[in-house]
């Protein structure tokens, strides 16, 4: 089997948003789903509800709609790549999202938070140069995916929260 071509989602996003929270590129079971986030042991909807009150197992329509409510976008850094599997070290021949339309259609937003170091990677090396001068506040937020093992759940909640809510 070969690599794929793979191409993400359009942003969860309403043009009050004040915050982006940005992932690389979603992984094969959220591709199958059609949702952000959908593999089950990704703490990112958990984490989610904790800070905004959200119902991590409500339908997927209701978790998008209360964090636009909340004034959250979720995006990711890239348009598409070539992969096998799920996991950001297996990302080829990647392409960035237009963030210049994102931010003239999201004039809001004032801080992005980077799901994990290899979309905040690919945030600096493909979108950033292309910004031109901004006053964005950027932060890196420990991954949420399964594959970060290094932080046990309540410690990358910890960082979220303090992050979120500041």
Same mark, same amino acid.
């Given at each position: 089997?070969?690599?794929?071509? #793979?191409?993400?989602?359009?942003? #969860? ?5 004040? !915050?982006?929270?940005?992932? $690389?590129? &979603?992984?094969? /079971?959220s ?9 089950? /042991?990704?703490a ?6 904790? !800070?905004?009150?959200?119902? &991590? ?5 209701n978790?998008?709609?209360?964090? /636009? ?10 348009? $598409?790549?070539?992969?096998i ?18 931010? /003239?259609?999201h004039?809001?937003?004032?801080r992005? *938070? ?7 990677? *690919?945030?600096? !090396?493909?979108?950033? &140069?292309? @910004?031109?001068?901004n ?5 890196? @937020? ?7 093992? $290094?932080?046990?759940?309540q410690?990358k909640?910890? !960082? ?6 500041e």
């Amino acid at each position: 089997m070969g690599k794929e071509i #793979i191409t993400g989602f359009p942003p #969860i996003a309403n043009s009050e948003a004040r !915050i982006l929270i940005l992932g $690389s590129m &979603p992984g094969v /079971q959220s591709l199958n789903a059609k949702q952000y986030y959908a593999h089950k /042991q990704n703490a990112f909807w958990r984490i989610l509800g904790e !800070i905004t009150g959200l119902d &991590p197992d409500a339908p997927y329509l209701n978790c998008t709609e209360k964090l /636009q409510a909340d004034g959250i976008a979720v995006w990711d850094v890239l348009h $598409s790549c070539e992969r096998i599997g799920s996991l950001d070290s297996a990302i080829e021949a990647e392409t960035a999202n237009d963030f210049k339309l994102f931010f /003239q259609r999201h004039p809001n937003i004032q801080r992005v *938070y980077f799901n994990g170091a290899a979309s905040e990677r *690919y945030y600096r !090396i493909y979108v950033l &140069p292309n @910004l031109g001068h901004n006053l964005l506040l950027y932060h890196r @937020l420990p991954s949420t995916s399964p594959a970060h093992a $290094s932080l046990r759940y309540q410690e990358k909640l910890a !960082i979220w929260k303090a992050a979120l809510t500041e």
